[in-house]
């Protein structure tokens, strides 16, 4: 079982920076894909950024690329999302996912556990 616990969202203005945390427990952190999935009202959940397990393999989707990245400290049992370049439409309830295999996959029944989420404003 694995517990994910999200911060570091707020009201930033467009073309600023966030940095989200996700603190997982368990000793198996190592082990799991992580990712990045966020929800904006009234939208379904959509991939954002996933990494592997040893921190070498990421993806991003193409509407992040070259402004967010995903990163982990596995001694630190944390994945990271630091957000640059903000726009209006990034806008959205912000969650960490956890997937018990090393294959990264972008669809939301692929993961296995979740975290509550973290709000990200950004206004115009």
């Known amino acids: 079982q694995v517990q994910l616990v999200e911060s570091g969202g707020g009201l930033v203005q467009a073309g600023g920076s966030l940095r989200l945390s996700c603190a997982a427990s368990g000793r198996t952190f190592s082990t799991y894909t992580m990712a990045w999935f966020r929800q904006a009202p009234g939208k379904e959940r959509e991939f954002v950024a996933a990494i592997r397990s040893s921190g070498f393999s990421t993806y991003h989707v193409d509407s992040v690329k070259g402004r967010f990245t995903i990163s982990r400290d596995n001694a630190e049992n944390t994945v990271y999302l630091q957000m640059n370049s903000l726009k209006p439409e990034d806008t959205a309830v912000y969650y960490c996912?956890?997937?018990?295999?090393?294959?990264?996959?972008?669809?939301?029944?692929?993961?296995?556990?979740w975290g509550q989420g973290t709000q990200v404003t950004v206004s115009s």
């Open positions: 996912a956890a997937r018990q295999a090393t294959t990264i996959r972008t669809a939301t029944n692929d993961y296995d556990y």
